[in-house]
């Protein structure tokens, strides 16, 4: 099984920045497919962006400019560089790896709040 661990949570006013990085294992990780959810008190879990194994990325609408997604295969870590955070943004971040040919993985969380 791939295990897989967020980090980088954390308590940010708005307008500040956040760095989340997720690491999994595996010796086959940089043929993973990445991808970041997150999920608000009361909502359905949204996806938030993807970045194949050949670096091409993907961001929902909503966090399109703002977020960046990039992956160190180096370090079996791929990361959501988040800017300009707005309260509307606090909510679980869980990272989702898709090894080819199998189910995908789920980290348990990390808690990102945005208020003043």
């Known amino acids: 099984q791939v295990q897989v661990v967020e980090s980088g949570g954390g308590l940010v006013q708005p307008g500040g920045s956040l760095r989340l990085a997720c690491a999994a294992s595996g010796s086959a990780f940089a043929m993973y497919v990445m991808k970041w959810y997150r999920q608000a008190p009361g909502k359905e879990r949204e996806w938030v962006a993807t970045?194949?194994?050949?670096?091409?990325?993907d961001y929902a609408g909503s966090v399109k400019g703002r977020f960046t997604i990039s992956r160190d295969n180096a370090k079996n870590t791929m990361y959501l560089q988040m800017n300009s955070l707005k309260p509307e943004d606090t909510a679980v971040y869980y990272c989702?790896?898709?090894?080819?040919?199998?189910?995908?993985?789920w980290g348990q969380g990390t808690q990102v709040t945005v208020s003043s």
């Open positions: 970045i194949t194994p050949g670096s091409i990325t």
């Open positions: 989702n790896v898709v090894p080819f040919a199998q189910r995908g993985y």
